[in-house]
Structure formats: structure tokens, C-alpha cells
């Protein structure tokens, strides 16, 4: 697992650009699943077949990552740029970020007054030109940057950049790997942009027309000094969503994680999201409405360069997630 996810952090793959972690991910799970298929959008289909007996489960985890695109490059050869999905000015300042090509360039700020004052037109990016001409040899207008890579394991938890939605990629991959025959067909989703709109996963739910679906993405934590009150915690164990501000889950999907973690003994907590969504608001919607839930991977400092998350809630996540999609009851949850 810590393999796994410390591979698919390292990917490139901001929204609306997500051809090279798409090929990554593809490359750890052929052999592992019936059929792969890469859908209109972009999204990554993972096909694993049951008996015929069972339901047609949807599992989606986002590949795309929060970015910046270049809008302006002055004469002096710095940059400009706006925000592909949820990027805080207060994470900015200092940071480094890394194009596809691997240029990289740090965040500078002009003189403030205040901090209070910090907003993105205050910002620019410097990748070292000595003019506009010589920016434009290696990055252009439109182009996007990331956060440049870097993992850390620090034994039992990791800080890296993209563990939002890496790790819910990760849990999937393993799933994949390790889950025995299940009478379910599992639809392995990793989704295109999620981080600017959840737009991904609607149309990859249109196409496959599931019969439930699960979300699998990472929710804020409330155990850092005056953070937001809020009742998950690193270390407690995977976090069955209740609400966000995009989705209400199914009670019957909720009910079952829940009695699924007991018994057989993974810890668990339940999540309510005061803010933010997942792929499960896009999915819900799908067609004539799809019974969808989340399971959330409980992570710190999310939308920044320095996420953190606990190894045991990453494989409390993976092992409820096998023992939901292998479940033979499903039909009765989620029609109820």
C-alpha cells in the first residue's frame, strides 16, 4: 500500500490534464481486472466481472490534482497565473511547482502592506528567465503547474503533496490487487475533474448506469489546535460520510459500512463535511438518480503541498471497501 500510494503521488496530472497519471495508474492494475477502458472525458474504467448474480457497483476515486495555469508572462520573464481548483494564496508564497515537462519555478509576492492583504494578483511565479523570451522557451500561456513532488514517510503517517485524491486512487488500486471473486460487477472509476466541479464522474455514471455507487476521496480532520470543530481524527479509522455539502448519503449504504466495519472488526468513524464535495454529488444525479455514499480517507491540511494521512485509516478504507463490494446483500440496502 505504502508503495503504491507514495507511486501515485508522484504523478502529473492536474485537473483537465490527467494523461500521465492516467497511464501510470493503468500500468498497476492491467492484469488485474477484465477490461480497461478510458472514456470520452478522460476518465480511467476499470472493469472487474462477477457471477451475474450481483450488482453493478461504481467505486470512483479522482486522479486530478489542484494546479496553477499561466495567464501572463511579463518582459522580465515573470509569471503570472490563475487557480485550477481549490489553491489557497496563504500556501503559495515560497512554494515550488513543477510543469509536465519538469521546469520548475517558485512563488514570489510583491510587497505587501499587510498579509492580510495577500491575494493571487500579488503573486507571480519565477522559473529563473532572464526575459520574456527566454520564459517562453519552456513555458508557455495556458500551461499548468503543480506542486513539486515530494514524499515523506515518516512511519506510521505520510506527508506528501495529492494525497487529495491519490490516496483514494491508491485504495482502489489495492482493492483491485487483493479483493477475492465477488458475485458484484465492480466499476473502478479514477475520475477527471473532480477539483474543478466533480465533472468526471457524472458522465462516466451516465455510461455505466450503476446500481450504487461509492465516492472515495479524502475529508478534513478536527484534531489540530483550533481547527474546526469537527469529529474525525487521524488514526480512528476510516471515515463513513454522513453529509457534505454535495451529497446526503444513502442510509442504507451508510447503515451497511457501518455494520460491515463492526463485524469485522476495522475501525471506523462517521463524517459530517460542513464544506466541500466528492465525486458522489455528480454520481448521485446521474440518469434517473444513483443510491451513492462516500468513504473518506481521514487527511490534514488538504489543498496543500504538505497533506498528512495515517497508514491504518488508508488500510481500514481499502479493507471495508473489498468487504463492501464482495457484500451479497447489497440489493436489499440500497432499494430500501
Do not use: W
Request: a negative charge; glycine letters at 10%; aromatic letters at 6%.
Amino acid at each position: 500500500m505504502l508503495e503504491i500510494l507514495e507511486r501515485v503521488t508522484a504523478g502529473f496530472g492536474p485537473a483537465g490534464q490527467e494523461k500521465n497519471i492516467r497511464e501510470l495508474i493503468k500500468t498497476e492494475i492491467e492484469g488485474y481486472v477484465d477490461e480497461l477502458k478510458v472514456d470520452n472525458m478522460g476518465n480511467l474504467i476499470a472493469i472487474k466481472k462477477g457471477n451475474g448474480e450481483g450488482q453493478k457497483i461504481m467505486l470512483a476515486a479522482h486522479m486530478d490534482e489542484i494546479g496553477i495555469m499561466i495567464t501572463h508572462i511579463d518582459d522580465d520573464g515573470f509569471l503570472r497565473f490563475t487557480t485550477v481548483g481549490g489553491v489557497n494564496p496563504k500556501h503559495l508564497v515560497n512554494r515550488n511547482f513543477v510543469f509536465e515537462d519538469g521546469t520548475v519555478g517558485t512563488v514570489g509576492v510583491e510587497k505587501l502592506d499587510s498579509y492580510k492583504d495577500l491575494k493571487l494578483d500579488k503573486l507571480f511565479l519565477d522559473i529563473g528567465a532572464e526575459n520574456k523570451e527566454k520564459a517562453r522557451e519552456t513555458v508557455g500561456i495556458g500551461d499548468v503547474a503543480v506542486y513539486q513532488k515530494k514524499f515523506n514517510n515518516n512511519g506510521q503517517r505520510v506527508i506528501s503533496n495529492s494525497l487529495d485524491d491519490r490516496a483514494g486512487c491508491a485504495v482502489l488500486i489495492s482493492l483491485l490487487k487483493e479483493m477475492d471473486d465477488s458475485i458484484n460487477d465492480i466499476y473502478a472509476v479514477f475520475t477527471v475533474q473532480e477539483e474543478v466541479g466533480t465533472r468526471g464522474a457524472g458522465p462516466a455514471a451516465f455510461g455505466i448506469e450503476p446500481d450504487l455507487a461509492l465516492a472515495v476521496d479524502v475529508t478534513g480532520t478536527g484534531d489540530t489546535p483550533e481547527a474546526h470543530t469537527m469529529d474525525v481524527k487521524l488514526g480512528n479509522g476510516a471515515a463513513i460520510k454522513v453529509m457534505d455539502r454535495g451529497s446526503i448519503a444513502h442510509p442504507g449504504i451508510k447503515k451497511m459500512l457501518a455494520e460491515l466495519a463492526e463485524e469485522n472488526e476495522i475501525s471506523y468513524q462517521y463524517e459530517v463535511l460542513e464544506f466541500g464535495a466528492t465525486d458522489a454529488r455528480a454520481i448521485q444525479l446521474s440518469r434517473g438518480g444513483v443510491p451513492s455514499g462516500t468513504l473518506s480517507i481521514p487527511t490534514r491540511y488538504i489543498h496543500s503541498p504538505s497533506e498528512i494521512l495515517d497508514l491504518d485509516d488508508l488500510r481500514d478504507c481499502t479493507n471495508l471497501l473489498i468487504k463492501f463490494v464482495e457484500c451479497e446483500k447489497l440489493a436489499k440496502i440500497y432499494k430500501k
